[in-house]
């Protein structure tokens, strides 16, 4: 097995808290933590604002975490609640675009990622028509709520790993999810947005 071989078997075994230990001296070991999340973050952001902007945040948002990598809390292995927190606070910042583009999908039903928004957000329900009022629902949520419902929802979180990334106690999670759920579910006529059916 070659060095470089070697070392790619070593860094999928390392956990994230270790990785970025390892960058502190070795700045490329970064890249590793790069390839776990870029793909999940990309994902959720693009779902959020579109795949155009999606590209620049994610740059962002890697940028970002290299730029703190130093600060982070090496008591926590997982570094996907940091990445994700840093990605939500930059995808609050593009907040404009993002309700924009929600709207645009509420009124055409066109969806501009491959799978269809509801396919993840409403399980099995494929009509245009769920889209819509879907993305008009999600507009009409304030930050903090669609913020807390996408990372559950988009992000597959759990209530801790929200309030990592958000930085806000896991009760706040749990009332910001229960009324983001309830006023969603209102607009869809009570279906749960989160469920799986």
Known sequence: MS?????????????????????????????????????????????????????DIVAET???AFRRRHSYDMAQPLARPWLYGIATTLVARHRRNEERFLRA???TGVDPLPEPMADTVISRVAAQNEDR??????????????????????GGFDYEEVALALGIPVGTVRSRLHRA?????AALGDGDPTSET
Do not use: C, M
């Open 62 to 64: 890697f940028l970002a």
């Open 105 to 107: 999908l509420s009124r």
């Open 181 to 185: 759920r309830k006023k969603v579910r």
């Open 133 to 154: 009022r879907l993305a008009g629902a999600l507009a009409k949520l304030s930050r903090g709520h669609r913020d807390v419902l996408l990372l559950v929802a988009w």
């Open 3 to 55: 060095a470089r071989e070697l070392n790619t078997v070593e860094q999928t075994e390392l956990d994230d808290a270790e990785l970025i230990r390892l960058s502190w001296d070795d700045p490329e070991r970064f890249a590793a933590l790069f390839e776990r999340y870029v793909r999940q973050i990309h994902h959720y952001i693009a779902r959020r604002l579109g795949i155009q902007a999606a590209d």
